[in-house]
């Protein structure tokens, strides 16, 4: 968990009430297509109107209600019941992504389709690196149908580690079987709602265009008070205005819906918006990007609706471990966290959420230790300050074998994987690169670290329901 840090938004209040007015605008003179009956029904049934062409005309009132009964904050428990992840404020918490195509094995460097040894690899080195806060499932693995393989990657991410869970589901009925997982793990459908440690990255087609799957699950979803990330994905220049003020007020008018229908559904329930601004297209590559620096405008809106928020960081556009990479991840983890981005994902992600890396994510753990740091409050009272001390050894004093130097060293970040060694002393241990010493270091964690394990029955009851959605 990183500090709470307070700094400016990028917007300012007069430009997010704005962007806000016009979100709300959107809704109300263009709409949205829903393509679930039961939403539509949900919203008319409160005043929302169906135009000729089925767009569903929203009035700003249903929104400002749903911004009164939405929770500020949401908590999300470990495996064990703790209370480890207050997501609220400016408080910043860092963990991977989900299901990039491709790997590059860190063990001979070489790039290939991942496979679901992958994922329960990666699960295991997330839970042994301290500063990876949650999981996510890193990888699709291609050795297992894609239509259950969300059910596969569920089953790794609970038996392989005690931290909270961001999880993604393909279609409606492996978000309804997740949860069954989840709920078996927990005790229950209560114990889960009472202290969930898994969360639901929904994805929407775009602002302005809401699929029958993430409406779905988001009602579901709703309906259990279970939380929720629904995230719409416009990109900028093809689906939504090129305009960052454009894209952001169109995306944040499907945000907006998503908020209106879970607390219609709900009041309360727990939803987290997006903290990361709509997809950019790169009109020389047609790639989608990743690590573009216009960061901080999705982040400035979650902090003025004071809603918890899901970001990015971490990721690059490179397609190797190496310098781009490297630059990429510490200037999109601190921009992110600088912003006050909340829940920060797409660590150890390369090519623009192509691949994965293990490396990679190494590293990025390195920089976000670094950023903490940075952001870890200094104090200054009569212990730190040594003027006692200072006066005691004068202008030719050393310190090295003061008590007070012993005492407060370790304070001091000190770093587990960059290089500090003198030139001859990393010559003589092999003179490796920082991907190299990423590389090795991955294989000698997931070697040795031993998750916590769930009891057998708990184990054989998630394997029932995927070998259910096998069969099926």
């Not at 195509?101 to 839970?127: F, M, P, S, Y």
């Not at 999109?332 to 990679?360: C, K, P, R, V, W």
Request: hydrophobic share 40%.
């Amino acid at each position: 968990m990183m500090a709470d840090l307070k700094i400016e938004n990028r917007f300012s209040e007069d430009q997010c009430q704005k962007l806000h007015e016009t979100s709300c605008e959107i809704l109300e003179r263009v709409g949205v297509r829903l393509d679930l009956d039961e939403a539509r029904d949900l919203l008319e049934k409160v005043g929302a109107k169906t135009d000729a062409d089925g767009m569903v005309l929203i009035p700003p009132g249903l929104v400002e209600e749903a911004l009164k009964t939405a929770p500020k904050q949401v908590v999300l428990y470990d495996r064990k019941g703790h209370s480890v992840m207050p997501v609220k404020d400016r408080l910043c918490y860092f963990g991977p992504g989900s299901d990039c195509l491709n790997i590059i094995d860190h063990r001979d460097g070489k790039r290939r389709t991942a496979v679901l040894q992958d994922t329960i690899e990666g699960i295991i080195l997330c839970d042994a690196l301290k500063d990876i806060d949650f999981v996510m499932s890193m990888v699709l693995p291609s050795d297992i149908d894609t239509t259950v393989a969300d059910r596969y990657q569920m089953e790794a991410m609970l038996s392989h580690t005690t931290k909270p869970i961001i999880y993604v589901t393909y279609e409606y009925e492996g978000c309804v079987d997740c949860v069954a997982m989840a709920e078996a793990v927990a005790g229950g459908e209560k114990a889960l709602q009472g202290k969930p440690n898994v969360a639901c990255y929904i994805n929407v087609i775009s602002g302005l265009h809401h699929n029958k799957d993430a409406l779905r699950k988001l009602l579901f979803l709703s309906s259990k008070g279970l939380p929720s990330l629904y995230i719409p994905s416009s990109t900028g220049g093809v689906t939504s205005p090129i305009t960052p003020a454009g894209s952001l007020a169109m995306d944040y008018a499907g945000v907006l819906v998503g908020l209106v229908l879970s607390q219609l559904v709900r009041e309360g329930t727990p939803i987290i918006v997006p903290g990361m601004a709509p997809g950019q297209l790169d009109m020389r590559t047609m790639i989608s990007t990743y690590c573009e620096p216009e960061r901080g405008q999705s982040q400035a809106m979650a902090h003025y609706h004071g809603l918890p928020m899901f970001s990015l960081g971490g990721a690059s556009e490179a397609k190797l471990v190496d310098q781009q990479a490297a630059a990429e991840a510490a200037l999109t983890l601190m921009s992110e966290t600088l912003a006050g981005g909340n829940i920060i994902h797409d660590l150890g992600y390369l090519e623009s959420g192509l691949t994965f890396s293990f490396a990679q994510l190494l590293i990025c753990t390195e920089i976000v230790s670094w950023i903490k740091g940075y952001t870890k409050p200094i104090p200054v009272d009569e212990k730190s300050l040594a003027l006692e001390l200072i006066a005691e050894k004068g202008p030719e004093g050393q310190y090295l074998d003061t008590e007070h130097t012993r005492k407060h060293f370790r304070e001091r970040w000190y770093p587990d994987l960059f290089e500090r060694n003198p030139y001859d002393m990393w010559a003589s241990e092999g003179g490796k690169s920082l991907a190299e010493r990423a590389s090795e270091r991955v294989a000698q964690i997931i070697a040795e670290h031993k998750p916590e394990s769930l009891p057998p029955d708990l184990a054989s009851q998630l394997r029932k329901i995927v070998e259910k959605t096998s069969i099926a």
